[in-house]
């Protein structure tokens, strides 16, 4: 049982570019989405959009790579790229953002910080 168990974290589900999806959709593994869909996405690990893809509802992962196109909220609990065909139209909550010429974002993004840091200044 812990063999496939720790298979989980690698395995990908991947939906295809002529597949559309009208509800939610959660996995506890990787998932890649190059199709539509119409709902909110729940994933416990990495999550590829791929530049096919389009993605309506709020979104939530550990990672993103995105090149699609989404129109929704995104929560991101470690980091969010954003590739250059990336098309952004929402919120955002990360904890690091990478944007890259030629991605377009519109909306409010907000960054989680996991602790703060202290200056300390020489007298």
Do not use: P, Q
Not at 23 to 48: A, F, M
Not at 74 to 94: C, H, M, P, Q, T
């Amino acid at each position: 049982m812990a063999l496939k168990k720790d298979s989980l974290a690698e395995d990908v589900s991947i939906i295809s570019s002529g597949v559309k999806i009208e509800g939610n959709l959660s996995s506890e593994g990787n998932v890649r989405v190059d199709g539509i869909v119409n709902g909110n996405i729940s994933v416990n690990g990495n999550l590829t959009i791929g530049d096919t893809s389009e993605l309506n509802g709020e979104i939530a992962a550990k990672n993103i790579t995105m090149s699609g196109k989404v129109f929704g909220k995104i929560n991101v609990s470690e980091k969010l790229r954003l590739e250059s065909k990336a098309v952004l139209k929402g919120d955002l909550v990360a904890k690091y953002l990478v944007i890259e010429e030629g991605a377009i974002f519109e909306g409010f993004s907000s960054m989680e910080k996991s602790h703060t840091s202290t200056i300390h200044k020489n007298e």
